[in-house]
């Protein structure tokens, strides 16, 4: 390496002390694909690890989507080895888990990608992770943000240090890069899939990018010098957001944040934009997965978002929602607006009772397809001495059904509580008359069409129209357990107990159902 470009390490080193990007002392961790731009960024730190002190390790990752991907980690393997540098290796099947969870190549592949990274950074005990973006991919960036539609964060472009990541060549055109490995014979492996068109990263870059550069040979800077004037006015309104953010977002509840509508009503669009942007960074802190953390930590709010997001909070229509890529849902109820994870990927609550779902759920009204788990336990005629402790597990709610006698001692004390309307009633549990059991009992989710008599009234109601009064979010209304007894609702859990089951001054037995 006695050929080595000072100037080109000189740049480098500039960066990294511009920006603080690393520290005496520190381990860094550096994404290497084989490629031109990572092969040169691994061979410039480590000739410069011990002027900056610090400690490397490189790290590749596989995602299956070329034949001949797996020559391109022997390549770097080999080139570790020689190196003496330790070289951790992760690899996943980039499209099947795409087709699985609904997602582009280049998203899966990024989500896939930094999860193994920063798995590795923790394994090497490593602060920092080094990827080679340099000036021609902030400008690419900056293109396709502009093409594919975001607010100014995301067209300010990558920063050159987020979190853990780090971009040390970020001050780097790929034509200097180029010519600092020819200069020093360094070697690295070609991918063919960078020159497929289809893909909109390498349209931009082979296409849209040079036509640029023609105009405006100093379009790299130019790009770098307006995102920056636009970082600096993003920077400005988000911390005014951030301060009404604090003031009018509830504390995260079941990976939920929500809002009064009246509140955000009163906000302009700029800051509407960074409460929805705040919010999904609030609620990552509360993510249990690994695999998306990366995905969700930085989020981009595309203006069709944004624009669903204005139409939701000016909506009179209850129990309207959108999501925001696979792991973000918006919605509204009634008079508040939620930012949270899909049911899928959290769980939601109703009063004091949570339920965590196995599938996410979608509104027929708001034009989705309805999908949700629907249920139904039946229970035969049974001796009456099994149902005082009857119970039955609900798998698709994780939640257990238990309905049993009350002795005769605490019977007539409760009796005579809720006939003297001292007794206050808790959402999961309910006192009901023993004897007016009907067989068959019936456990199900609700079905349109049904009715029945809430308590202390004479006639039949639909049940649709009883949650609409209650403000009952539709999401819970499809899976909160209905108890039938002899084929009639007798009680809608979390909620009321049928008229004809209620506990009067004439009842002998006392029976209690709960939700657990």
Request: contains cysteine.
């Amino acid at each position: 390496m006695d050929k080595i470009s000072s100037s080109f390490l000189d740049k480098l080193i500039k960066t990294v002390r511009s920006f603080n990007l690393l520290a005496w002392g520190e381990r860094v961790v550096v994404a290497v694909s084989g490629g031109v731009d990572s092969s040169v960024l691994l061979f410039s730190l480590y000739e410069l690890r011990h002027y900056l002190g610090i400690s490397i390790a490189c790290a590749s990752f596989d995602h299956k989507i070329r034949p001949d991907s797996g020559q391109d980690v022997i390549f770097i393997k080999d080139l570790c080895k020689n190196l003496s540098i330790p070289f951790y290796f992760g690899s996943g099947d980039v499209k099947l888990y795409a087709k699985e969870n609904k997602l582009n190549l280049e998203e899966t592949a990024r989500i896939l990608r930094y999860n193994f990274l920063l798995k590795t950074a923790r394994d090497f005990n490593a602060p920092k992770i080094a990827v080679a973006h340099h000036s021609d991919d902030f400008a690419e960036n900056v293109i396709m943000r502009l093409i594919t539609g975001a607010g100014a964060g995301a067209i300010s472009g990558f920063q050159a240090k987020y979190g853990q990541v780090i971009r040390p060549l970020i001050n780097h055109s790929k034509s200097e890069i180029i010519e600092f490995a020819d200069k020093n014979s360094i070697k690295f492996t070609e991918d063919f899939t960078n020159k497929d068109t289809k893909i909109l990263r390498n349209f931009v870059r082979l296409n849209i990018l040079p036509s640029f550069k023609s105009v405006n040979p100093s379009f790299l800077n130019t790009v770098r010098n307006t995102a920056e004037i636009l970082k600096k006015d993003d920077d400005f309104i988000e911390k005014i957001s951030f301060k009404i953010f604090k003031e009018i977002a509830e504390p995260v509840n079941n990976g939920k944040i929500y809002f009064k509508k009246k509140d955000l009503l009163k906000l302009d669009d700029p800051v509407l934009y960074r409460i929805l942007k705040l919010s999904i960074l609030e609620i990552y802190k509360y993510n249990p997965k690994d695999e998306y953390s990366f995905f969700i930590k930085k989020p981009i709010i595309y203006y069709n978002n944004f624009k669903a997001f204005i139409e939701l909070i000016k909506s009179g229509k209850p129990n309207a929602f959108f999501y925001i890529g696979k792991f973000i849902e918006v919605g509204n109820e009634y008079d508040n607006i939620f930012i949270g994870y899909t049911a899928s990927e959290g769980s939601f609550s109703f009063k004091s009772v949570k339920f965590n779902l196995a599938e996410s759920i979608e509104n027929k009204e708001s034009n989705a397809a309805s999908r949700y788990n629907k249920y139904e336990y039946l229970i035969e005629k049974i001796p009456p001495s099994l149902i005082t402790s009857l119970k039955i597990k609900i798998k698709e709610i994780n939640k257990t059904f238990s309905i049993e006698s009350v002795n005769e001692s605490d019977s007539a004390e409760i009796i005579n509580k809720i006939t003297k309307k001292e007794l206050n009633f808790k959402p999961e549990s309910v006192y009901f008359d023993y004897d007016k059991i009907r067989f068959p009992i019936t456990i199900r989710n609700f079905i349109e069409g049904d009715r029945f008599v809430p308590l202390g009234m004479k006639d039949a109601k639909k049940l649709k129209e009883y949650f609409i009064d209650k403000k009952v979010p539709i999401k819970v209304r499809r899976i909160i357990p209905i108890i039938l007894f002899g084929g009639k609702i007798a009680w809608v859990s979390l909620n009321e107990i049928c008229d004809c089951i209620k506990i009067t001054e004439f009842t002998k037995n006392v029976g209690i159902m709960r939700i657990e």
